[in-house]
């Protein structure tokens, strides 16, 4: 098993920046892809961002210029950095992350979700 657990969610003022983190522990032998989704209240989960284990990185439109993601795969830990937030990104945010447990047992997993508030 691999569990997920995030942090640096809060409140912040529009225009303010957020760090997330998310650490991963448990029986892992490569990481494939982690990343981050957001569901906001009466909304869809959607992509935020994601980065494959090569580094390839791929960005939902409106995060593209003001979210960075990041990883250190010897950590297992996945970063989200958001600046220039704005009211329309307050969610909570899940990160993810597949992978390998072994040479043939693959493994999906996800995190709590931390609240991210973005407000005056």
């Known amino acids: 098993q691999v569990q997920l657990v995030e942090s640096g969610g809060g409140l912040v003022q529009p225009g303010g920046s957020l760090s997330l983190s998310c650490a991963a522990s448990?029986?892992?032998?490569?990481?494939?892809?982690t990343g981050w989704y957001r569901q906001a209240p009466g909304k869809q989960r959607e992509l935020v961002a994601a980065i494959t284990s090569d580094g390839n990185t791929n960005y939902a439109d409106s995060m593209k210029g003001r979210f960075t993601i990041s990883s250190d795969n010897a950590l297992n830990t996945v970063y989200l950095q958001m600046n220039n937030l704005k009211p329309e990104d307050t969610a909570v945010y899940y990160c993810f992350m597949t992978g390998y447990n072994n040479y043939t047992s693959t493994f999906d997993s996800w995190g709590q979700g931390t609240q991210v508030t973005v407000s005056s």
């Open positions: 448990g029986s892992i032998f490569s990481i494939s892809a």
